[in-house]
């Protein structure tokens, strides 16, 4: 089996920071990508961040210039630096993984439980 494990969430004030970190383990090939979703109450899950394989990145409109995906393949781990932190990014943060268990098997998604990032004074 593969698991996602979070942690890094938190309450902090507008304008602080957080790091989120997010470890695969289990039997795992290879990973396509890797990122964060996050979803606040009575909102639908969006995309906040994604680091592929080749290393290139993505980014929701909203978090450009004050979050920083980054990944350290050798740990199946990823990082999420948020910076400059306001309100409206409050919500439940899920780790995801594209990933293929073996070399036949067709990649598929994987969650993980969630940490809650709250922002407020």
């Known amino acids: 089996q593969v698991q996602l494990v979070e942690s890094g969430g938190g309450l902090v004030q507008p304008g602080g920071s957080l790091r989120l970190s997010c470890s695969a383990s289990?039997?795992?090939?290879?990973?396509?990508?890797m990122g964060w979703y996050r979803q606040a109450p009575g909102k639908q899950r969006e995309l906040v961040a994604t680091?592929?394989?080749?290393?290139?990145?993505n980014y929701a409109d909203s978090v450009k210039g004050r979050f920083t995906i980054s990944k350290d393949n050798a740990k199946n781990t990823v990082h999420l630096q948020m910076n400059s932190l306001k309100p409206e990014d409050t919500a439940t943060y899920s780790c995801?993984?594209?990933?293929?268990?073996?070399?036949?098997?067709?990649?598929?998604?994987?969650w993980g439980q969630g940490t809650q990032v709250t922002v407020s004074s």
């Open positions: 289990g039997t795992i090939f290879s990973i396509n990508v």
């Open positions: 680091v592929y394989s080749s290393g290139s990145t």
């Open positions: 995801n993984a594209r990933l293929k268990r073996l070399p036949a098997v067709p990649p598929r998604d994987y």
